[in-house]
């Protein structure tokens, strides 16, 4: 795999990422393989596998604030939506959970 075709591979990968998508998905679609996702999140040796990480790990964080400020958005109309922020948000969730 050239370069070109490897560094469009990871950007799809992240495209997965940034939509949410878990990462065995992920893998499947960009055709990265699992095991150097696993190895660029647990123990990159180089540069560019600590990039990559970084990479997923801004994707996974961003999609989950955007999600996040989706559902807080609709709490005015919906008691629902905060209600389910309440019980899982990291803030709140260990006072407001269901025991």
Do not use: F
């Amino acid at each position: 795999m050239d370069m070109s075709t490897a560094e469009a591979n990871i950007n799809i990968l992240i495209g997965c990422y940034e939509r949410g998508l878990d990462t065995a998905e992920a893998c499947a679609i960009s055709k990265v393989s699992r095991r150097s996702v696993d190895v660029w999140l647990s123990s990159p040796s180089n540069d560019t596998q600590r990039s990559n990480a970084e990479r997923i790990r801004e994707a996974q964080s961003q999609y989950a604030a955007d999600t996040i400020a989706a559902v807080t958005a609709s709490h005015a109309s919906d008691w629902r939506a905060a209600a389910w922020t309440l019980e899982h948000s990291p803030a709140t969730r260990l006072r407001y959970a269901p025991k």
